[in-house]
């Protein structure tokens, strides 16, 4: 049902185009990295802290935005949500880096798991495909529930892409 329901949304139309607004001519402007993971040596947030120092006159600041780096980085938070979707609408987010919360939409649940002796080992199933993004049907409980989650991430995710974007910034999807 919901492959047929999202071949019904394909079908919509906007009506107006989206309003745009200037960026903000004041600091401090943040890149977003959203759902970063764990941070690690040279990850994107290192490497973009690593070009700053040629923009010292500008308030740039970095923000790696997960769980794994922090738990009361949670987008969930409403006043985290309130903070992002608001310095996105004033115009100074730049850059926004996302990529797909990884728990559902990993390509580690489409392998073949083997222990340290190379037996087969039993791994998290696939729950998404190409054919059905949102979701496979006949999934369990947990399932299910780790789907949802991880559709409400995405979900915010392009809203947020969709504010940077309608003033000025630069958004990218992994």
Known sequence: RMGHEEGLRRQWKLLGAPRRSPPSTQGPYYIV???SGRRRPNDFHA???GML???RHLDIRVLSIDT???PTLNVHDEKLWRFLTGIAREG???GLLQGPPCETWTAARHQQQVDSEGRDRR???PVRSAQDPW???MMSGSELEQVFVGNILLLK???LACLVTFTGGATFLE
């Open 92 to 94: 100074r987010v730049l």
């Open 157 to 159: 995710g392009l809203v």
């Open 135 to 137: 979701g496979l049907a």
């Open 123 to 125: 791994g998290p199933r």
């Open 68 to 70: 794994a780096v922090d």
């Open 47 to 49: 490497a973009v802290e």
């Open 53 to 55: 120092h040629q923009f």
């Open 33 to 35: 990295h959203l759902y």
